[in-house]
């Protein structure tokens, strides 16, 4: 399984960057995780959109799904697909979101005019090609799931999403080969646990990863306006394993 950063930034893109989407790939399937502003032209520098099997999107924020709109344009007006659609998976409630944006613009159902479009249900996960997704809901500012993503080989890579400090993110991450989580919140801002808040920091992070026991912490939803190396820093002075911040284009083989 490869796992490949198409778009790493928080709600605004980076200079030349993309807000967050993910490629996982595993043989034969191509799955994007997120789609948000900036990813699909990043994305068509990696490879052809029309291979892509599926779509999983964690959340419907803006910096999660906005790139979905011209993904939907290429695959309704572009060359065609031969396998047919591609398959949009939205956490509940999620296509109402996409018809309210895209009917103030285009006809309500654009979205479903490219793709076919599942509400997934977080409990049962989501199986695409030889690719599993398990789902847990996080804390954030709407209704968002994090994503362990396996492969027949057992490599398991865990994906956070946008979330606050989350058991149930240390749980769903016990024993990944690598957990991709946010680090949105700079590397100063003194950590409350008793604060309610849908984003961390990156001692937060490493925290998550220590109780976890994963492999390796990437830390990923940081503007470039931070001091990238010093949230890195922080983290790895909680979690002992290797530590990184994601970067557009870095990839990693489980």
Not at 33 to 59: P, T
Not at 126 to 155: C, K, L, N, W
Not at 225 to 232: A, Q, T, Y
Request: hydrophobic share 45%; charged share 20%; aromatic share 6%.
């Amino acid at each position: 399984m490869r796992i490949t950063v198409i778009g790493r930034s928080p709600a605004w893109q980076d200079a030349n960057g993309a807000c967050s989407g993910y490629l996982v790939e595993s043989g034969e399937t191509k799955v994007l995780v997120d789609c948000g502003n900036g990813v699909f032209g990043k994305l068509r520098g990696q490879l052809d959109h029309r291979e892509i099997n599926a779509v999983v999107i964690s959340h419907p924020h803006g910096d999660h799904i906005l790139d979905l709109f011209p993904f939907a344009y290429a695959l309704i007006y572009g060359p065609p697909r031969t396998a047919g659609k591609p398959i949009l998976y939205m956490p509940p409630g999620g296509m109402e979101v996409l018809r309210t944006i895209a009917g103030s613009f285009d006809k309500e159902t654009l979205i479903e005019d490219a793709f076919d479009t599942i509400e997934y249900v977080p409990d049962e996960g989501v199986t695409v090609g030889d690719i599993a997704i398990e789902m847990a809901e996080v804390p954030h500012f709407t209704r968002a799931y994090a994503m362990a993503i396996s492969t027949s080989a057992q490599a398991k890579f865990v994906y956070g999403a946008d979330c606050g400090v989350s058991d149930a993110l240390v749980a769903l991450a016990r024993g990944a080969d690598v957990l991709m989580v946010e680090a949105t919140l700079p590397a100063g801002l003194p950590a409350d646990p008793q604060a309610e808040s849908g984003h961390l920091t990156p001692v937060q992070a490493g925290q998550i990863a220590h109780d976890a026991g994963v492999g390796r912490l990437v830390l990923t939803h940081a503007s470039d306006v931070l001091d990238l190396e010093g949230s890195r820093q922080a983290a790895a002075a909680v979690f002992a394993g290797p530590v990184e911040m994601s970067a557009q284009g870095s990839s990693w083989d489980l």
